[in-house]
């Protein structure tokens, strides 16, 4: 299987917060990233987390880590209809290469 | 800071032909890595180099070729192209170590 795992597509209405889901399964992840896609464009990286914290927050992005279950998450609070792209959720490892391992990435629909 | 820089945006080519893309990296970043993103397939990795020497590589077939010059650019090369090559093709820079990957704004191929 996959080494991140994240579900395909998440629908939110405007002003609601919209939480994005993210499994992984090597537990020697040193950072874990949270980018976004927008039509046409490259990735852009908002936020990334180590593996020793349990989260971090930037305006109104919120990462949540559980280590223990390999899972993270990315909250963003008071979506709104520029929010609308593909979220991808990354791992790089100890050890490894450190080139992140991305997932199949999430759509976000944001509806008015 | 300038970001990463892809060239060209757009190319079209014809089943057959090879293709020569073009990636300047954030200035003092010295790992640049190339990676392929299709509808079905999503992002997947192609190959990292660092300092002039490729470090990793990804899956992908022998037609599929890098390089990166003293300068830290890099130019991935695709001969005999298939149709399946047909992609966004996306170059990211790092430092080489663990930390954040920026992305360029990527380089769409259609072979037709």
């Known amino acids: 299987g996959e080494d991140v795992e994240q579900s395909l597509f998440l629908s939110v209405r405007e002003g609601d917060s919209s939480v994005i889901n993210c499994t992984y399964t090597?537990?020697?992840?040193?950072?874990l990233y949270w980018y976004k896609q927008e039509p046409g464009a490259g990735l852009q990286l908002l936020t990334y987390?180590?593996?020793?914290?349990d989260m971090k927050q930037d305006q109104r992005l919120t990462v949540l880590l559980n280590k223990k279950d390999k899972h993270l998450s990315l909250r963003i609070a008071d979506t709104q209809t520029g929010d609308s792209a593909i979220y991808f959720c990354?791992?790089?490892?100890?050890?490894?290469?450190?080139?992140?391992?991305f997932g199949r990435g999430t759509s976000l629909i944001v509806h008015p | 800071k300038a970001g990463v820089t892809q060239t060209p945006r757009y190319l079209i080519k014809t089943r057959g032909q090879q293709v020569t893309l073009s990636c300047s990296p954030i200035?003092?970043?010295?790992?640049v890595s190339w990676y392929q993103q299709t509808p079905g397939q999503g992002l997947q990795f192609l190959f990292e180099y660092f300092s002039e020497t490729q470090r990793n590589k990804g899956n992908f077939p022998g037609r599929f070729s890098g390089r990166q010059f003293s300068n830290s650019r890099s130019e991935m090369n695709v001969s005999t192209l298939e149709l399946g090559d047909s992609a966004l093709y996306l170059c990211a820079s790092s430092l080489g170590q663990p930390s954040e990957a920026f992305f360029g704004q990527g380089t769409r191929l259609t072979v037709v």
């Open positions: 987390i180590f593996s020793n914290m």
């Open positions: 090597d537990s020697s992840s040193t950072y």
């Open positions: 990354a791992e790089s490892i100890t050890g490894g290469s450190y080139i992140p391992t």
């Open positions: 200035s003092g970043h010295r790992s």
